[in-house]
């Protein structure tokens, strides 16, 4: 049996909409409030190779976190990004929803919401 988890914060419209699709679905899921409970750096990186991309391409880069730590500076390897994004997690893209199969995970971002249709069929 499938278990999902969605990382998301309520005041986000793309998390309140992503987490309706799934209601509506009838998909039981575990909420993650990650900005109260912020994800370990190694949880980070497991989301990361989970959604088959790079650390970076989790940050937001919009917020000023971003640019007050210098995020778009190239040089800084995965690490730095990671341990960024845990102490400051406003910085990591939501929503996450996350499918545990057993040892498979498979992992999806809710922009837009219709993105985890394929993961919950």
């Known amino acids: 049996m499938s278990q999902y988890f969605i990382y998301h914060t309520p005041r986000c419209s793309k998390s309140r909409q992503t987490l309706a699709l799934l209601q509506v679905n ?4 575990e909420q993650i409030l990650y900005l109260e409970n912020p994800p370990t750096v190694d949880t980070l990186s497991d989301l990361c190779e989970a959604l088959g991309i790079t650390p970076r391409q989790l940050l937001r880069k919009g917020e000023t976190e971003y640019r007050e730590l210098s995020l778009g500076n190239e040089t800084l390897g995965d690490t730095e990004v990671l341990k960024a994004m845990q102490q400051h ?3 990591i893209e939501r929503p996450i929803v996350v499918r545990r199969d057993g040892k498979k995970v498979r992992a999806v971002l809710g922009r837009p ?3 985890v249709i394929d993961l919950i069929k």
């Open 89 to 91: 997690p406003r910085l």
């Open 113 to 115: 919401p219709e993105n």
């Open 26 to 29: 009838q998909i039981e899921t």
